[in-house]
T-cell receptor, first 114, second 113 residues
Framework: GAVVSQHPSWVICKSGTSVKIECRSLDFQATTMFWYRQFPKQSLMLMATSNEGSKATYEQGVEKDKFLINHASLTLSTLTVTSAHPEDSSFYIC??????????FGDGTRLSIL | QKEVEQDPGPLSVPEGAIVSLNCTYSNSAFQYFMWYRQYSRKGPELLMYTYSSGNKEDGRFTAQVDKSSKYISLFIRDSQPSDSATYLCAMRAIGAGSYQLTFGKGTKLSVIP
């Protein structure tokens, strides 16, 4: 099946630093990529949608300047959490969708801000 | 009424049992239906994907869609302890700008050896 790779799987950093998470579609061209956040025992919460070469569309309540999304190619999207604080600690998951490909998810990134 | 309703469980069954997981929805624009399996601390894994009413089978898994009743199901035959996970139904409409998925809250399944 289609594979979406997400890196890193776990990151711990100090408050105030920025963290970049990468999401790659390994065997198909991702026309659209999505970034989700998931709190313990809850379902996925969509943060933003991005199409290759264009600006991301953010969901209501998601700070654009806090969560920077870049979708520079058909196989790569990045999420940068800027000036991260403890309240940004969460499980972040990307997904990718292509022509005739439903959304496939990465394995998630566990972000812990100290 | 939420767009997608899914019983969160938890659901506990003995190994070898047939498991039935269900979702109902209210938006008739939904045309694509998916089931994902999510293990703890992992991303969701696509199990089944269908866009027509009826049954679709893949190994031990059968997805069933009834658009007239706005009801979808996932059946797992000969359940195994490795099937213990949270199962998410998801659906989306078709057409420009409609690529976002709407998820159920997930059903937590435990298969007891």
């Amino acid at each position: 099946g289609a594979v979406v790779s997400q890196h890193p799987s776990w990151v711990i950093c100090k408050s105030g630093t920025s963290v970049k998470i990468e999401c790659r579609s390994l065997d198909f061209q991702a026309t659209t990529m999505f970034w989700y956040r998931q709190f313990p025992k809850q379902s996925l919460m969509l943060m933003a949608t991005s199409n290759e070469g264009s600006k991301a569309t953010y969901e209501q309540g998601v700070e654009k300047d806090k969560f920077l999304i870049n979708h520079a190619s058909l196989t790569l999207s990045t999420l940068t959490v800027t000036s991260a604080h403890p309240e940004d600690s969460s499980f972040y998951i990307c997904s990718a969708e292509g022509t005739n490909q439903p959304q496939h998810f990465g394995d998630g990134t566990r972000l812990s801000i100290l | 009424q939420k767009e997608v309703e899914q019983d969160p469980g938890p659901l506990s069954v003995p190994e070898g049992a047939i498991v039935s997981l269900n979702c109902t929805y209210s938006n008739s624009a939904f045309q694509y239906f998916m089931w994902y399996r999510q293990y703890s601390r992992k991303g969701p894994e696509l199990l089944m994907y269908t866009y027509s009413s009826g049954n679709k089978e893949d190994g031990r898994f059968t997805a069933q869609v009834d658009k007239s009743s706005k009801y979808i199901s996932l059946f797992i035959r000969d359940s195994q302890p490795s099937d213990s996970a949270t199962y998410l139904c998801a659906m989306r409409a078709i057409g420009a700008g409609s690529y976002q998925l709407t998820f159920g809250k997930g059903t937590k399944l435990s298969v007891i050896p």
